[in-house]
């Protein structure tokens, strides 16, 4: 069974930095794209960063110059580097990634739990 673990989340002061990673584990035969999304209370889930196969990065505004994302495909495992955060920041945050297996050849989509982030004041 394929999962998505998150770690790395937890309380911060703002201007402070987080590094996330999201493991994949399982019968994974190949990951094509990486997603970091975040919901904080009262809101919908949002897209904050994502990484191709091929290494493309896309960033929310919010996170433009602040957040970078990365992979290591050798290891199954994108990581969310987040520096200067903000308390707006605050949220939970959610790996996805698009993935395939041996007994699944099209691509599908998989979500990790998700980590908490709280940036304080």
């Known amino acids: 069974q394929v999962q998505l673990v998150e770690s790395g989340g937890g309380l911060v002061q703002a201007g402070g930095s987080l590094r996330l990673s999201c493991a994949g584990s399982g019968n994974i035969y190949g990951i094509r794209a990486w997603g970091w999304y975040r919901q904080a209370p009262g809101k919908q889930r949002e897209l904050v960063a994502s990484i191709t196969a091929g290494g493309s990065t896309d960033y929310a505004d919010s996170a433009k110059g602040r957040f970078t994302i990365s992979r290591d495909n050798a290891k199954k495992t994108a990581y969310l580097q987040m520096d200067s955060l903000r308390p707006e920041d605050t949220a939970i945050y959610y790996c996805?990634?698009?993935?395939?297996?041996?007994?699944?050849?099209?691509?599908?989509?998989?979500w990790g739990q998700g980590t908490l982030v709280t940036v304080s004041l």
């Open positions: 996805n990634a698009g993935v395939r297996t041996s007994y699944r050849p099209e691509y599908y989509e998989v």
